[in-house]
């Protein structure tokens, strides 16, 4: 595993940040840690970073200890703040092309400014850039590194739908080729659309974290929207399944959801000049989920 | 320690510095000023000598403290709260290497303040009487190291604002009571014999001793200790975010 942390506690004086967190994230995959702010995202990156000491318990990344091997990881390492982290009078060619140039990784600065969209804003200062390019700012100084591995804390935060796209766009890209990334967020839509696994933190406590597929529940029920008043007992018969009317034009198939099963549904619907106004393959969301899990914590 | 690691940050660091006009005016303009006017009009207790040549080391001395104390803890303290030191950590860049291209940026810096400031003293009658002028190198330097590390203390252990207050504040107390500009022999009482110990003065006096044949003496080995000590405490208690 490119990140494994183990056992990891942090403490600020009595206050208990993490409490015995463990968990891994594999190479070339996007690992989201989730959790409400407070719940001790930030302080676990920041061990895994090398900017803060675990109290107690071990962290590697890349098979290197972020404090030990401090020198070895930041040459290898992305990181993207959850906020800050440039001077306000500095322009953006600078900056990029700056740590572009500390990393030394043969990343062109000029090239991962209009990869990021941000050309137009090259020689404008940071204090003159929108929330949303100032997080895609903090992304390419990320990106400067050539990263094996990435700690992305709050990537969309405050960002528009367009930039969201672009940086999920990225992270999707660097996964595909071989990046490690880890991604803190609270937004659930956010965590949902970008992660391969997933991390639920709450009060300091993993309270699960595998492959997002694990975490999931599959209701083995395929749902739709049409038109009210539907006969589902004709329905049923051409499927050969139970059809639930929900109301207000709801329904629900008890049959695992299958390509071939929507085809189905949507060609009985074709044939009666019904409309289908939506879909849903039964899978638990990622906020139920959250909300399931940590509501069994409580 | 990589030298291409800390030209780059020397790089960034005077791009900063040129960028940002209340340091321009806090280390540049504010001696010129200084200078120029105490310079032209008769109005500090300078004593029966020429007038320069207590008001040249002095101002230089002034100059020091504006650049390493002043405007370099003002900048380190908004680039804390800026978390700029914090990105930076993510980097390769090592720590030394981030100080050693401050430390740089503000050595330039004071040889651009030196330039101008004995350019404008030339022009006002000036004439270097110091038989041991190569002495403002070393007084110089234990000067920077000495106020860097008071500037940096400050800087790493106030908020960014509050910071701000306080390099500002105390520097106008050191210009007005620090004994570079004002003998500390005019001062009132214990603030005089007080300002004796002081980094300020014992700078003033060193560099006086290499421009205008001043007594040095025991001010090497006050300014020395204060090189010594406050860099120490600086790197011990700096916090980077």
Known sequence: MSVAVNDLTVRYGEVVAVDRASFTAPEGAVTVVLG???????????VCEGFRSAT?????????????????????????LQGGGVYPSARVRDVVRHFCALH??????????ERLGLSGRAGSTWRRLSGGEQQRVSLALALAAAPRVAFLDEP?????????????????????????????????DEAERMADHVVMFRAGRVLASGPIASIVRQRNRLGFRSSPGLDVAALGAHLGSVVADYGSGTYEIAHAPSADLVARVTAWLDSMTL??????MGHESLESAYRRITGGAQ | MSLRRVILQFGSEWNVIMRNGEQLLLTLVIPMVLLGFFGAVEVLPLGDGDPLGVLVPGVLAVAVVSAAMVSLGIATGFERSYLVLKRLGATPLHRGELVVAKALAVSAVEVVQATLLLGLALLLGWRGAGTDIVLAVPAVLLGTLAFAGLGLLLAGRLRAEVNLAAQNGLYIVLV????????????????????EWLPTHALAACLSQALSNGPGGSHWWIIAAWATTLPVVAARRFRWW
Request: glycine share 16%.
């Open chain 1, 36 to 46: 409400p702010n407070g719940a001790g995202k930030t302080s676990t990156l920041e």
């Open chain 1, 56 to 80: 107690s318990g071990t962290v590697t990344v890349l098979g290197l200890d972020p404090r030990r091997n401090r020198s070895l990881l930041t040459s290898q390492m992305g990181v993207m």
């Open chain 1, 104 to 113: 030394g990784r043969g990343v062109e600065a000029d090239g991962l400014i």
């Open chain 1, 156 to 188: 969309t935060s405050g960002v528009d739908i367009d930039g969201r796209d672009t940086i999920r766009a990225i992270v999707a890209e660097l996964a595909t080729g071989g990046t490690t990334v880890v991604l803190a967020t609270h937004e659930m």
């Open chain 1, 275 to 280: 409309p289908l106004h939506g879909i849903d």
């Open chain 2, 176 to 195: 007005l009571a620090g004994g570079m500009i004002v003998p500390p022999d005019e001062l009132p009482g214990v603030l005089g014999s007080t300002v």
